[in-house]
């Protein structure tokens, strides 16, 4: 038996290539000291045989390293001598790769989007260089506008996806909660979707071939710089109270319908402080004056986390807006795209009845300005891990919201009103 | 602004009352390895009653979160009364759930993770599960399942028609010493409240062995900043 074990491995050696693609780690549990014996005779350097753990004692497992040409003569020698063993790792080179990744992302500085690393949360030194790479590299599709600045005099940056000029917009914003982190992930995989897509998936391509996309993916930069260096669970915006030693106004209770109703909070140390006046926050002015003065957006799409629903208007009043039948069952279609993906359950309707009375919310704003299709995305998960979701889960929660988001724009670019 | 009648199973009145079933689920099943979460809801409605309360009957599913995506959903049925009093009152709950006793397979990894860590130098602790990024390493899964259950017996006490708990995160958690054959742990969980979007600390101290399962022995209320708001109740 051992003769041919090792002329099976010097055969297979002559062929051997420097990969771990195949490789397994064994961990074989000897039931006794004859076994131990056995395995002390194996031909260490003919087979190629990396011990972790050396056989020496029976109470002890022996973990081996096994080449994939060898795999087979080891299994068959331990088979045939019945020691127990089972397989610790499957592939010792998919390790190494996910190792490989795992330091490629501490690499301060991608080359390229293609280099980027969409499954990991990034900072904002990190997202603003993602998109004036973006735009260096798709330059005749991608431009950024600054359309603001935030109370701590950051830049307001939007990415405007553009085929042509004089077109009606979709809005897209990410963010604007800084704690929900999964928002700014998912939009900027959505952006490279978008580069990517436009030529070569007729939908997109048509959409973007009659309509601009504005992303606008850290709305509140303040309270995502705070989220990394303070408190990850910040809500607000960084705006100061005059007269409170609480910072801070929820930019999604500072718009103008329905302003300063119960919705909301009047106590500027609450999560939901709706703020001094309408519109005080810079970053929410900002959003303002620019949908009023680009005058033609047809779709406005805020993005949040978490609990897995699909909203439109209205968050202040449970009379049902006027395109409710519509709004329903587009967001209807919408869910049941996403859900196609990944089985991920979402529930929709108004922001009112189904997840709690919200006064002063965007939507309900960008609703009354005439922008027919408003809907507040609410991502992944519904509470289990909650702003803290695993960054294995970004890549899967962006593919999936970007079918809702596709579902929309595309019945938008259908229905022009 | 209440509904009575046959309530919508996805809008909130129901999730939350079904959130709160949940809760009380967990006080009394949930372990290292093994914490339920709601699936869905499939029927509910709601009824004013005497004394100024109002009941909730519910039919839900829940799923064992400890079992990954292969667990099987487990029907159960509830009533929850939320009372009206001047001062706040834990809500009241009756539930059922199908085949709860069937599911005795986690005994093994719970004794083994008993052993493992009633050993008088073990000394656990960490802070931060799971991390910013939402990573927790395979050691910590069980203890964030046991700070989980231990944060139900608060948020089951906390609840109201009108709040919608989840843990947001375990600040920390710190092994203390015990002579009475059960794991002691001293927990500071993050506590998230939906509706109001507050996230409220408490630190607890809890105990924990295969036999007894998760007892909560103290709670205190922690401001989170100098001029904190308070919980929602």
């Known amino acids: 038996m051992r003769g041919l074990l090792v002329l099976t491995a010097l055969f297979v050696a002559v062929f051997g290539k420097v990969t771990f693609e195949g490789d397994q780690v064994l961990r074989i549990t000897a039931q006794d000291a004859k076994q131990i014996a056995l395995l002390k005779e194996l031909p260490e350097e003919i087979l190629g045989l990396d011990y972790w753990m050396s056989p020496s004692r029976v109470s002890l497992p022996v973990d081996v390293h096994v080449p994939f040409h060898s795999l087979q003569a080891v299994r068959a020698f331990l088979a045939y001598h019945q020691i127990p063993y089972h397989v610790m790792i499957e592939n010792v080179q998919d390790l190494l790769d996910d190792e490989q990744r795992e330091m490629v992302k501490y690499r301060s500085f991608p080359r390229s989007t293609d280099d980027f690393v969409y499954t990991t949360y990034h900072d904002l030194n990190s997202i603003n260089s993602f998109m004036d790479m973006l735009v260096a590299e798709n330059s005749n599709l991608v431009s950024k506008i600054e359309i603001g600045k935030s109370y701590e005099g950051r830049s307001l940056d939007v990415l405007k996806f553009s085929t042509g000029a004089n077109r009606p917009g979709i809005w897209i914003d990410t963010g604007i909660h800084s704690r929900e982190w999964i928002t700014p992930a998912s939009a900027i995989w959505s952006a490279k979707k978008i580069v990517t897509d436009y030529g070569r998936d007729p939908v997109l391509t048509d959409i973007l071939n009659n309509y601009d996309i504005f992303l606008e993916i850290i709305a509140n930069p303040d309270g995502f710089a705070y989220t990394h260096s303070n408190d990850r669970m910040w809500r607000k915006t960084r705006k100061p109270n005059p007269g409170s030693s609480c910072v801070g106004v929820d930019p999604n209770r500072n718009w103008e319908v329905g302003f300063g109703g119960s919705g909301a909070s009047s106590n500027p140390c609450s999560q939901t402080y709706h703020g001094p006046s309408i519109h005080s926050e810079p970053e929410v002015k900002a959003i303002v004056d620019f949908v009023k003065s680009h005058g033609k957006l047809k779709a406005f799409l805020s993005i949040h986390s978490y609990s897995q629903m699909l909203l439109y208007p209205y968050g202040y009043t449970s009379t049902p807006a006027k395109d409710q039948a519509e709004l329903h069952e587009l967001a209807r279609k919408a869910v049941s795209e996403l859900q196609s993906l990944h089985n991920t359950a979402y529930t929709y309707g108004s922001v009112i009845t189904t997840i709690y009375q919200a006064d002063g919310i965007t939507i309900d704003w960008t609703y009354e300005q005439g922008i027919k299709y408003s809907y507040t995305f609410e991502l992944r998960d519904t509470g289990r891990y909650g702003f803290l979701l695993p960054a294995d889960q970004i890549i899967p929660t962006a593919e999936e919201t970007w079918l809702a988001l596709m579902a929309i724009m595309e019945h938008t670019r259908n229905n022009p009103y | ?233």
Request: glycine letters at 4%.
């Open chain 2, 1 to 233: 602004m209440a509904s009575t009648g046959d309530l919508e199973p996805t809008h909130y009145p129901a999730r939350r009352a079904a959130q709160v079933a949940l809760h009380y689920l967990n006080t009394h099943h949930g372990s290292p390895f093994r914490v339920f979460g709601l699936q869905q809801v499939h029927k509910a409605s709601a009824e004013d009653v005497e004394a100024g309360g109002r009941k909730y009957k519910l039919d839900f599913s829940v799923t064992d979160w400890a079992s990954g995506s292969a667990g099987p959903a487990l029907r159960c049925s509830a009533d929850v009364l939320f009372p009206r009093t001047e001062r706040h009152s834990a809500p009241d709950v009756k539930l059922r759930c199908e085949a709860l006793q069937q599911i005795n397979r986690t005994a093994q990894e719970e004794e083994a993770f008993y052993q493992k860590h009633i050993t008088p130098d073990s000394a656990v602790s960490a802070r931060d599960i799971p991390d910013s990024y939402g990573n927790m390493s395979e050691e910590m899964q069980p203890f964030w399942r046991l700070a989980r259950v231990a944060a139900s017996f608060i948020m089951l006490r906390e609840s109201s028609e009108n709040t919608e708990f989840n843990m947001a995160q375990v600040a920390s958690v710190t092994q203390q010493e015990s002579s009475e054959e059960q794991l002691m742990l001293e927990f500071v969980v993050l506590l998230h409240d939906l509706p109001s979007q507050e996230i409220v600390q408490w630190k607890l101290l809890a105990s924990w062995s295969p036999d007894r399962g998760v007892r909560v022995l103290q709670t205190e209320w922690q401001p989170r900043c100098p001029h904190a708001t308070k919980p929602p109740n």
